[in-house]
C-alpha cells in the first residue's frame, strides 16, 4: 500500500534527489474515514479471523506490539469481520466524526468531492438508489374485509398464486369443450415472484447457482442477467430467463434455446441510459467461457443496443429471437422506469413483446456512476401505475404480462405492486441479503467480503450454494405465505383478482397528484 | 443430387411463414434450398437452430435471389447463405457460425455483434458495419467488404477481423466512413485505399502487418475473388493499413475506487 506523501517514482536515485517537486508527490486524501473501528482488546484473542476475512485489508497484525490493529479508512462497513469475531471483539460504526454539518452541504456531498479531487474519474457505487426518496410502497395500506365479503384463511381454504408469465390472445375460442385458441407460450410460475437479472461475472458461481436451484425448488424463474449462462447451468434451463442485452455476452442459438423466456434488456433501474461495463479484472477463466470474451478484457456493454433505434427496430430484434426459439417461448422487454416510460411500454406491447419489465430506481446493480443511480428515473410504484394505467386505457394491458421491479422489500411490497398493476415481481436486492448481503455497496470493486459479488476464489467459496438456496427458498416461501395471509384478509382467494385491484389500496401522506398518478384513494376516503 | 435441391417461390409469403418452409425443408434433408422472389422478407436462416444437430447445419446452403429483409442470417450458427442481390440492414446480426455472401450491397450493421462466421460483402455497406463484433476461443468472424463503408465501421470492436477493399473509390476518393473504431478494444481492421486521420477513432492506432496478416489477407482477397468471380486487381498486403486498438481496456482510468 502506498503510504500517504510517498513519492510517486519508482525510481530510487531519483528518489534522493533533492529538492522535491510537488509533481513527484501522490495527492494526499482529506477524506474522513467513513466508519470507526472499537477493538475490544480485553475480548480480542488475536486469532486473526478478522485479517483473513476483510479483502480490504483493514485489519493487520502489529508484529512489534503483538497486537492486532486496523485502518478504518479502509472499512467498507460490511460487518462480515464483526459477525465473525468468535469473542466479539469488535464494532463498526458511522464515523461519528463528520465535517461540520452544513445543511446544503452534506458529508456525502464533501467526501465524495474529496475523492473526485484526488482521482477525476466517475464516482462508482453498488446496490440500489440509498438516498431518502419516498418509498411510496410506504405510503400505501392494504385492505382487509370485516363482515361483508368474509376474509378467507389461506390455512384452510386453497389460495391461488400460481402466475402465467406470457402474452394473452385477445379472445378464445372453445369447441366441443376444448381450447380451440392456440395459445401463446405461457410459462407457469408458482409464485408471483421471480429473481430478476444478475450477471455471472457481476455474482459468483455459487451465487448465481443458488439463485438458479431455489427457482426450480420454488417452481419459479431466475434470470441470467446479461452475462450469458455458464455450461453447468444448462441444467437449469426449465427455470432460466436468458437476456440479451446490448453486449450479447454469451448470446447464440443453443443460449436463446435454453430458456423459458428470452428477456431483452433495453435499460436497468439502477443506471437508466447507460450501458454496463464489467471490468477486465472480474473476467476470470470461468466468466469469459460464460461471457464468450477473452479473459482479462473489460466486458463492455454500449448504452444502447446497436440494431435497436426505434420501436420497429425493437419489434425487429423480438422476432428475431421468437425466430430463432421458434416461437416456443415468451419475449420479454426490461426497461427503467423512466419519464415517459407508459409511452415506451405502449410501444414495447405493439412491437410483439409478451412481457414488459419495468426497473425502478431503486433496483440494484453490481456497477453504477453514483450520479446515475441517485438521480435518473422513477420510484417503481409511480411508473408501474402510470404504465399499467396506459396500457388500459389503450386497451392492450389484457395482451401482456407486466412485471415490476426495483426496491422490492417484503411481501406486502409484492402485494402492493400486484395491486397497482403487476402480474409478478422480480427481487434481486433481497435475494442478495438473503444470500449474505449487507449492502455495503463496494460491489463493484470485486472485493465482497460476503462471497457474492466476487470472482476471486477465496472469497466466492464463502456462499455455500445449498445453505443460499435453502435461505433463498425459506424468504420465499415466507413471502408466499403472508400474501397468501394478505390475500385472505382481503377476501381473495387468488392473486388474479388482485391484479390492478387498487380498491385494495389507500394511500398516506401523499399530495393529490402523487394519489392521481398512483390511482389510488386517499386513507379514509 | 435433386432431392437435396429444394426451390421456394417467395413471392407473396410472409417470413415466418417462408421461414417456416426453409426449416422444414432442412428438416427433411433438403441440403440445399433455393429461395426465388424474395421481397423484403426477414430472419431468413435464423430459424434452423435444433433442425439438425448443430454440425449438420454446417453443410446447409441458401440461395437467396432478390432482396432479403432485414436481419439476414441473424444468429446464424452454421449455414451458408448466398444472396443474389443486396441486402438491407442487420445481415449476419450476432452471427455465430456459418457464412454470408452478399453479391450485392450491404446495409447497416452488417455482422452486428458477430461472435464468428465469415460475411462478403461485394459492394459496399452502411454505417455501424461490424460493430460491436468479438471473438472467443477459435471463433474469430470475418467481414470483407468490396467497396467502401458508412460511419462508425468498427464501434466498440472486442475481435474479428474486418477487410475494407475499396475497390469502388477512385482515384484519390478517400474511404466514406468516419469514427471508425472508436471505443475498439479487440481485433483488427484492415483497409486498403485512401483514409484520413480524422476518419479514425480515438483509441485507435495504425499497426505492423505482420506475416500472419499477409496471408490473412492474401486468404481472404482470393476468397473474395473466388465467391465473387470477380478477378480482382493484383492487390498487395502491403496497400492495407492496420487499425488496432491502443488499449484492450480503453475505459480503465474513467472510475474512481
Redesign the interface.
Known amino acids: 500500500m502506498k503510504l500517504q506523501g510517498e513519492i510517486m517514482s519508482g525510481n530510487k536515485e531519483e528518489n534522493q534527489r533533492l529538492p522535491r517537486k510537488a509533481s513527484d508527490f501522490a495527492i494526499r486524501s482529506n477524506r474522513l474515514p467513513e466508519f470507526a473501528i472499537d477493538r475490544d482488546y480485553e475480548k480480542c484473542i488475536k486469532c486473526e479471523v478478522c485479517i483473513r476475512q476483510c479483502a480490504f485489508g483493514v485489519h493487520y497484525r502489529d508484529v512489534e506490539d503483538d497486537l492486532i490493529r486496523h485502518r478504518a479508512e479502509d472499512c467498507v462497513g460490511c460487518q462480515r469481520c464483526v459477525v465473525l469475531c468468535p469473542t466479539k471483539a469488535l464494532t463498526v460504526r458511522v464515523n461519528p466524526a463528520q465535517y461540520r454539518a452544513h445543511g446544503s452541504w452534506s458529508s456525502e456531498h464533501v467526501k465524495d468531492i474529496n475523492r473526485q479531487a484526488e482521482t477525476g474519474g466517475v464516482l462508482l457505487t453498488g446496490s440500489g438508489n440509498d438516498k431518502q426518496a419516498p418509498v411510496y410502497w410506504d405510503k400505501m395500506l392494504i385492505n382487509a374485509s370485516q363482515v361483508t365479503n368474509p376474509s378467507i384463511d389461506p390455512l384452510r381454504e386453497p389460495m391461488e398464486l400460481r402466475t402465467f408469465i406470457g402474452s394473452r390472445p385477445e379472445s378464445i375460442k372453445v369447441e366441443d369443450g376444448a381450447l380451440a385458441t392456440k395459445l401463446p407460450p405461457q410459462v407457469s410460475v408458482e409464485t408471483p415472484i421471480l429473481f430478476s437479472a444478475i450477471s455471472y461475472g457481476a455474482i459468483s458461481y455459487n451465487t448465481q447457482k443458488a439463485l438458479a436451484e431455489a427457482a426450480v425448488e420454488l417452481g419459479t424463474l431466475f434470470n441470467t442477467g446479461e452475462g450469458g449462462l455458464h455450461p453447468d447451468f444448462y441444467r437449469y434451463k426449465n427455470n432460466a430467463i436468458v437476456q440479451v442485452a446490448s453486449g450479447r455476452f454469451g448470446v447464440h442459438p443453443e443460449y436463446l434455446n435454453s430458456a423459458r423466456m428470452v428477456e431483452i434488456k433495453i435499460g436497468q433501474g439502477a443506471k437508466p441510459g447507460i450501458g454496463g461495463h464489467l471490468v477486465g479484472e472480474k473476467v476470470s477463466e470461468d466468466v469469459s467461457i460464460t461471457r464468450m470474451i477473452p479473459v482479462g478484457t473489460d466486458a463492455i456493454s454500449p448504452a444502447p443496443q446497436h440494431d435497436i433505434y426505434s420501436i420497429e427496430d425493437l419489434r425487429m430484434l423480438i422476432f428475431a429471437i421468437k425466430e430463432t426459439t421458434n416461437y416456443r417461448v415468451p419475449v420479454s422487454v426490461k426497461i427503467a422506469a423512466v419519464h415517459n416510460a407508459p409511452a415506451i411500454a405502449s410501444g414495447i406491447v405493439r412491437a410483439g413483446a409478451d412481457v414488459v419489465v419495468i426497473d425502478g430506481f431503486r433496483g440494484g446493480t453490481g456497477a453504477a456512476p453514483k450520479v446515475i443511480r441517485d438521480s435518473v428515473g422513477l420510484p417503481i410504484e409511480l411508473a408501474l401505475a402510470a404504465v399499467d394505467e396506459r396500457l388500459r386505457k389503450e386497451g392492450i394491458r389484457n395482451r401482456v404480462t407486466v412485471i415490476a421491479g426495483g426496491g422490492i422489500r417484503s411481501s406486502s411490497d409484492v402485494v402492493k405492486a400486484i395491486a397497482l398493476g403487476a402480474d409478478a415481481v422480480y427481487i434481486g436486492t433481497a435475494a442478495l441479503i438473503a444470500c449474505g448481503c449487507t449492502l455495503c455497496q463496494k460491489c463493484y470493486t470485486g472485493k465482497c467480503n460476503w462471497g457474492i459479488a466476487t470472482q476471486d476464489p477465496y472469497l466466492a467459496k464463502r456462499v455455500n450454494p445449498d445453505i443460499a438456496r435453502r435461505r433463498l427458498v425459506n424468504l420465499v416461501n415466507g413471502w408466499s405465505h403472508e400474501i397468501k395471509e394478505m390475500l385472505g384478509g382481503m377476501g381473495i382467494n387468488s392473486i388474479e383478482s388482485l391484479r390492478g385491484n387498487r380498491s385494495q389500496l389507500r394511500g398516506m401522506d401523499l399530495t393529490s397528484d402523487e394519489l392521481a398518478v398512483l390511482g389510488i384513494k386517499p386513507a379514509g376516503g | 443430387m435433386t432431392l437435396d435441391r429444394v426451390e421456394i417461390d417467395a413471392s407473396g409469403i410472409y417470413y ?1 411463414d417462408l ?1 417456416q418452409r426453409v ?1 422444414e425443408a432442412v428438416e427433411r434433408g433438403a441440403r440445399k434450398i433455393v429461395l426465388k422472389n424474395v421481397f423484403g422478407q ?2 431468413i436462416g ?2 434452423l ?2 433442425a439438425l444437430d ?1 454440425d449438420g447445419l454446417v453443410g446447409v446452403e441458401i440461395e437467396v435471389h432478390g432482396t432479403p429483409g ?2 439476414l442470417g ?2 446464424l ?1 452454421g449455414p451458408a447463405i448466398t444472396v443474389y442481390g443486396s441486402v438491407m ?2 445481415t449476419g ?2 452471427m ?1 457460425r456459418g457464412r454470408i455472401a452478399i453479391n450485392g450491397r450491404a446495409g447497416d ?1 452488417t455482422g ?2 458477430a ?1 464468428g462466421g465469415e460475411i462478403f460483402v461485394r459492394d459496399s455497406a452502411g454505417y ?1 458495419v461490424a ?2 463484433m ?4 477459435d ?1 474469430r468472424p470475418v467481414i470483407v467488404i468490396g467497396g467502401t463503408t458508412q460511419d462508425f465501421l468498427g ?2 470492436m ?2 474479428g477481423v474486418v477487410i475494407v477493399l475499396g475497390l469502388n473509390l477512385s482515384g484519390e476518393e478517400p474511404h466514406y466512413c468516419s469514427h471508425v473504431g472508436t ?1 475498439m ?2 481485433g483488427a481492421i484492415f483497409i486498403r485505399g485512401r483514409i484520413m486521420p480524422h476518419q479514425i477513432g480515438s483509441g485507435v492506432g495504425e499497426s505492423e502487418i505482420t506475416a500472419a496478416d499477409e496471408s490473412l489477407l492474401e486468404h481472404y482477397l482470393s476468397e473474395y475473388g473466388r465467391i465473387f468471380g470477380i478477378n480482382i486487381p493484383d492487390i498487395t498486403p502491403d496497400s492495407f493499413i492496420k487499425l488496432t486498438p491502443i488499449s ?10
Open positions: 415466418s421461414n426449416r426477414r430472419y435464423t430459424n437452430y435444433g448443430s432485414n436481419d441473424a444468429f450458427d440492414d442487420g446480426n450476432t455465430n450493421i452486428f455483434s461472435r455501424r460493430i460491436h468479438k471473438e472467443y476461443g471463433k464501434e466498440y472486442a475481435g471505443g478494444h479487440g484492450k481496456r480503453p475505459y480503465k482510468q474513467l472510475y474512481a475506487y
